[in-house]
């Protein structure tokens, strides 16, 4: 029984002091919003399995050369194109084939590639890829930190209390950023969040 009244009696003290400490803090999320230039990506599937009905005699080296010859038209030259065979073969298509993959950091560039249509040539995926540096983070999570104290300070002024030292900061965001572009529109900037717990006083 005195365990008992004794395990009460620390539970409440330990539940006193939660209650206490939650009373004086407040939390907020901070927010920065920072411009990007990533490396954009796509890939084609180019293959005999995309050839229809008269064209169904071409050769793979027909289809290759057609598609080449109408982005170098564009001005996107071969010698910037790499080959991911592998990836082809993991499709599973029954005739002979290959993936076309182009890089650059222009949209623009990256918009032309994907306007160039031709026989045996469907599209695969789009992503946009980019890495932050950590001095970069730093910077980001200092400009979201202030801003996360620009609102703690005026949450606390309304209720009369003014906010301390910071007790508490979540930095979840991550270095590499991947983003299909399949479905999204393109944005040039992202968001840096951080969340951060501030004494009130």
Known sequence: ????????????????????????????????????NPEYSSKMIVSLNNVYYDSQTMSMSEVKSGYFDK????GISS?????DNL??????YEKEGTIIVFKTNSLEEMQK??????????????TLEMELTDAQMADYA??????AKTKADAIAA???RTTGKAIYLSDTNTKKISESMYYS?????????????????
């Open 1 to 36: 029984m005195k365990k008992l009244a004794a395990s009460l009696v620390m539970f409440l003290i330990t539940m006193t002091a939660m209650a206490q400490n939650y009373q004086n803090n407040i939390t907020v999320n901070g927010v920065h919003s920072y411009s990007i």
């Open 71 to 74: 982005l170098a038209k564009v």
């Open 79 to 83: 010698d910037r194109l790499t080959e």
């Open 87 to 92: 990836h082809y073969a993991l499709l599973g």
């Open 113 to 126: 590639f994907l306007n160039v249509k031709s026989i045996g040539v469907t599209r695969s995926d789009t």
């Open 142 to 147: 200092k400009a979201a930190f202030e801003n």
């Open 158 to 160: 309304k209720i009369g």
């Open 185 to 201: 529109s393109v944005k040039d900037k992202r968001d840096y969040y951080i969340s951060v717990s501030f004494e009130l006083q």
